[in-house]
């Protein structure tokens, strides 16, 4: 039996978080990102379950670019309805989907490859990637990459792009990553829109700011373990997001 004179002992006080990068306070660098004039547009797609606020890098990129969209969610008519604004021709935007498609496989040259509908390298590739306006991320696990995918079918208008990275994720033991070509978001934008671009500068300011954002998150953790991102829930029944199934 408890003993009534004892008192319950206070519940910890919720860590507040930044409205910008949504990251808890501890690991915000918010205050040392430097803008990026960006000439192709850029819009982030978020899976509702990427709930890894600690490691995140979706809103801190996009933070960096006056003209950069982040929208949270499963699927979207139309790339139009995703960013908020008419868009004439889906074709004149890239979308980042690797999928099981591998760089080094099709014995690709570069580090951005436009692929055609069959997943094959496409023909005419600086033709292709030199019309883009605006490139399109898709922020999550590969399963929900994979799900992204398949239920917004408008992405098939849009030019596919795979990475060719020339070196492997700065996440290095805090994230493993299934793949060497598998990128944090921020370093994918990092490679797109540096070559895209032309401009080595804003892959040098987001590298930058993401190798900032790492130190910051080992030096909070060993006094905070308990910012660290929680391990992923046991999987149970999937939906088949290809024929629209439900579990």
């Known amino acids: 039996m408890s003993n009534p004179s004892e008192t319950p002992a206070a519940a910890p006080e919720p860590i507040p978080e930044c409205p ?65 604004r008419p868009i004439e021709n889906a074709s004149h935007w890239g979308v980042l989907y690797l999928g099981s498609a591998r760089a080094a496989d099709l014995e690709a040259e ?10 094959e390298v496409a023909d005419n590739q600086r033709a292709l990637l030199g019309k883009l306006e605006g490139v399109v991320l898709l922020d999550g696990t590969w399963s929900q990459a994979k799900a992204l995918w398949w239920r917004n079918p408008w992405m ?15 996440y290095g033991r805090l994230r493993k990553e299934p793949r060497r070509d598998g990128l944090s978001t921020i370093e994918a934008a990092a490679t797109m829109l540096a070559g895209l671009e032309r401009r080595p500068d804003i892959a040098e ?26 391990p992923a829930p046991k999987k149970g029944r999937r939906r088949d997001f290809r024929r629209g199934k439900r579990a």
């Open 205 to 230: 300011t987001l590298h930058a700011s993401f190798d900032r954002m790492l130190a910051r998150y080992r030096e909070v953790q060993a006094d905070m373990p308990e910012l660290a991102p929680k």
């Open 110 to 119: 570069g580090e951005i490859v436009a692929l055609n509908r069959k997943g």
């Open 156 to 170: 098939l208008k849009c030019q596919r792009v795979i990475l060719n990275p020339s070196r492997p994720s700065l």
């Open 20 to 84: 910008h990068c949504q990251k808890p306070m501890p690991l915000c660098i918010c205050d040392s990102v430097r803008p990026i004039e960006n000439r192709l547009s850029l819009l982030i797609l978020q899976h509702p379950q990427e709930q890894d606020r600690a490691l995140g890098t979706a809103r801190l990129l996009a933070k960096h670019f006056a003209d950069a969209t982040v929208r949270v969610g499963l699927s979207w008519p139309s790339l139009s309805k995703a960013l908020g």
